[in-house]
């Protein structure tokens, strides 16, 4: 029989429902059906578990146990590729959202593999940046970042971050005080040869550029900067992480712009996403950043994700 590895599933439907208590664990001895369900794309299907995996998809599929789920809609578990933990300390909490995974772009280095319960999570630690760069004089001024003096201090600071479990390595290229571009690169080459990714916090047309040219893999916001045409060019077959919200995206008051005034609304935003999206081998993920007013999953002002397929998403 064909297995497929199983992600932890969630239900979802039109207007927000109590998830059902399946009983059995997955994983547990014995199958179970999830029966009357649909696939994505609107097909009728019966799921069965066993052994933590997905064995068919076959309607009235024989099964140990059966648990009636019509009407909903299977999806995979989510991944939030932007969050803060030790900002917003509700990693615990996420999986019951639909959430089974995070990346966690910033956090002090105490925070590297902190137990968050049944939510997996990818840690940076704390953003290698520049003296008195960001976000050490704002927000994360309680051990957010790690302030390196040239590129041999932000070699060190990459290697430390690794043996500390980091898996990521985010290097801000923002504001007054930012790495040169010397010492941009020594982190970037660095966290390569460890074999980790690097992401950086680049909100201008310029920065985003600049990271680009450092080697940087992926951008951790949508910038709100209008883009060039060498700085689509230069993030056309990397990554692009949609904090949807943060940054004057869809605010908390209502559901409207915050900044539409300042040209940095979801209007504006949509944008941007749109000119990374249609550009190159593009990867396009999603987080709600934990800075910007989001709530964790289930908010109903996410609909916008649905129509995402002219962005690529």
């Not at 199983?6 to 997955?26: M, N, Q, S």
């Not at 900044?259 to 990867?283: E, S």
Request: aromatic share 4%; hydrophobic share 40%.
């Amino acid at each position: 029989m064909k297995t497929l590895p199983l992600l932890i599933l969630t239900f979802a439907c039109a207007r927000p429902v109590e998830t059902p208590d399946i009983g059995a664990p997955v994983g547990s001895p014995g199958s179970l059906a999830l029966r009357g369900g649909f696939a994505p794309g609107g097909e009728r299907i019966d799921l069965v578990l066993a052994d933590g995996r997905i064995t068919s998809l076959t309607v009235d599929a024989p099964a140990d146990t059966s648990l009636d789920v019509t009407g909903r809609t299977f999806a995979p578990g989510f991944i939030d590729s932007h969050v803060h933990l030790a900002f917003w300390t509700v990693g615990e909490s996420l999986p019951a959202t639909g959430l089974v995974a995070a990346v966690d772009l910033a956090a002090p280095e105490t925070w590297i593999g902190r137990d968050q319960g049944a939510l997996r999570v990818v840690w940076a630690g704390p953003m290698v940046t520049a003296i008195s760069g960001y976000p050490t004089q704002s927000w994360g001024s309680g051990g957010y970042g790690i302030e390196c003096a040239d590129a041999d201090a932000a070699r060190e600071a990459v290697r430390a971050l690794h043996a500390a479990g980091a898996r990521v390595i985010k290097v801000p290229v923002t504001g007054e005080n930012a790495l040169d571009d010397s010492t941009l690169r020594a982190a970037v080459e660095e966290a390569h040869g460890l074999g980790l990714l690097t992401v950086s916090h680049a909100m201008g047309d310029d920065e985003a550029i600049r990271a680009a040219d450092a080697g940087v893999d992926l951008l951790a916001h949508t910038p709100t900067a209008t883009l060039s045409d060498d700085a689509i060019a230069a993030w056309a077959s990397r990554g692009v992480i949609s904090t949807l919200r943060a940054f004057g995206g869809w605010g908390a008051r209502g559901g409207q712009p915050q900044a539409a005034a300042r040209g940095r609304g979801h209007g504006a935003l949509r944008h941007r996403h749109g000119q990374l999206a249609h550009r190159g081998d593009r990867r396009l993920g999603a987080g709600a950043s934990g800075l910007g007013g989001a709530e964790p999953g289930g908010d109903p002002r996410l609909r916008h994700l649905r129509p995402g397929g002219h962005l690529g998403l």
